[in-house]
Nanobody
Framework: VKLVESGGGLVQAGGSLRLSCAAS????????MGWYRQAPGKQRELVAD???????NSVASVKGRFTISRDNAKNTVDLQMNSLKPEDTAVYYC?????????????WGQGTQVTVSS
């Protein structure tokens, strides 16, 4: 099982980026999926997550600016980020709870850098 993120980059404050994460491999089911971020010198933190049924949760600092969505048929989860701020600069990681028919585990992507300039 592998998670691959894409869509990071450099953007000016106030701009937008869309992150995508695709799960592949021996997958029988995917439960919750989410996006986390880690800024230099800080701990990794939850940004937003979404259940299989589409119930979402996000950290207060991104509410109203970031939107998480998923496509269960394609095994993907996206994060639309609007009104970006310099403090959103971090490496963003995708995480998913995936079953392969024998067991279920949490998997992480390799991360994608998001840099917001002021």
């Amino acid at each position: 099982v592998k998670l691959v993120e894409s869509g990071g980059g450099l953007v000016q404050a106030g701009g937008s980026l869309r992150l995508s994460c695709a799960a592949s491999g021996s997958i029988s089911s995917i439960g919750a999926m989410g996006w986390y971020r880690q800024a230099p010198g800080k701990q990794r933190e939850l940004v937003a997550d979404i259940t299989y049924g589409g119930v979402t949760n996000s950290v207060a600092s991104v509410k109203g600016r970031f939107t998480i969505s998923r496509d269960n048929a394609k095994n993907t989860v996206d994060l639309q980020m609007n009104s970006l701020k310099p403090e959103d600069t971090a490496v963003y990681y995708c995480k998913a709870y995936i079953g392969n028919g024998y067991s279920r585990n949490y998997y992480w992507g390799q991360g994608t850098q998001v840099t917001v300039s002021s």
